[in-house]
């Protein structure tokens, strides 16, 4: 079983200009990102439009992430369902296809109770045997996993890491302490803040744009404890991080990544592409920063 740590890119999806998944592309990207030095990968979250795909697409999605990184990182797959049954089908599929791991958000609408959140995650943790991301955003899935029910699910044996996407970095600091080496903390919207609290990891948006410096932030923080430095590069990328932290999440990332020659297609509706202004905002980034598309010869 891997330990995961690191900088782990949540990652878009590439479509083609009629909107059908685009395989290439995703090989690309993901080869790019390793080469980049990305910690991991986490196909079919959020920022990669899971809601928006088939079950054949979340197959091919997942199939070809996992084989293009071919056990060079750690590959988590997204397996949130509002159904326990159907997150236990997804989770059993994921670990058949070979994932490392897998991210489960709440269910996002039936509002469960603490004692629902716990058989639920008990369930699936009962049926697989690869590791168990819980993924706590209260603003997505209408619950909130508090540090004291995360310290419940920490007991489930293979519920070992929660993705915090709160911005109360303090949560970081009370999980570690309620549960210990029981549930390792990634954070999800902070990271910089997140690993001084004692996070080791970060599920990413921003690194599907520059997964290189995001990496290497963190490994500032936790190898080397250079928090000065780190710090220094965290601000010099907090507008790209900013940029891809609200409602444009997705199209903003698409729009940065077609900034940076790397064209991945639109979101599917109900997203739509970005304003224009919001358009010329990412043009001003991937310059500002000096982004590109670049992969090894």
Not at 185 to 204: D, H, M, P, Y
Not at 233 to 255: C, D, M, N, T
Not at 270 to 286: F, S, Y
Request: a negative charge.
């Amino acid at each position: 079983m891997k330990t995961f740590r690191g900088t782990y890119t949540v990652m878009i999806t590439p479509f083609d200009e009629t909107g059908e998944l685009d395989l290439p592309a995703l090989r690309r990207f993901v080869d790019w990102q390793i080469e980049q030095g990305i910690h991991g990968l986490i196909p079919l979250g959020s920022t990669g439009e899971f809601l928006s795909l088939s079950d054949d697409e979340h197959v091919a999605l997942a199939e070809t992430v996992i084989r293009q990184a071919a056990g060079r990182v750690p590959v988590l797959i997204g397996t949130g369902a509002e159904d326990t049954r159907e997150s236990v089908r997804l989770s059993r599929r994921a670990e058949a296809l070979g994932a490392d791991g897998v991210m489960i958000i709440p269910p996002f609408y039936s509002t469960p109770t603490d004692d629902e959140l716990v058989h639920h995650y008990k369930t699936i943790g009962d049926a697989i045997g690869i590791p168990i991301m819980v993924y706590n955003n209260p603003a997505t899935a209408n619950v909130d996993l508090k540090p004291q029910l995360v310290a419940r699910i920490a007991e489930i044996p293979n519920c070992l890491y929660i993705k915090e996407s709160t911005l109360e970095v303090t949560r970081v600091r009370d999980i570690v302490r309620l549960c210990g080496d029981k549930m390792t903390v990634f954070g999800g919207i902070l990271g910089f803040e997140s690993f001084v609290e004692g996070a080791q990891g970060w599920v990413a948006v921003a690194s599907n744009i520059a997964p290189a410096p995001l990496a290497r932030l963190f490994e500032l923080v936790a190898d080397k404890e250079e928090i000065r430095e780190a710090r220094d590069l965290y601000l010099r990328y907090l507008p790209l991080i900013e940029f891809v932290g609200g409602q444009y999440y997705v199209a903003g990332s698409k729009a940065l990544l077609r900034h940076m020659g790397s064209p991945v297609g639109n979101p599917r509706p109900p997203r739509l592409p970005l304003p224009a202004e919001r358009d010329a905002m990412a043009r001003d980034i991937v310059r500002a920063l000096d982004l590109a598309f670049r992969q090894a010869a």
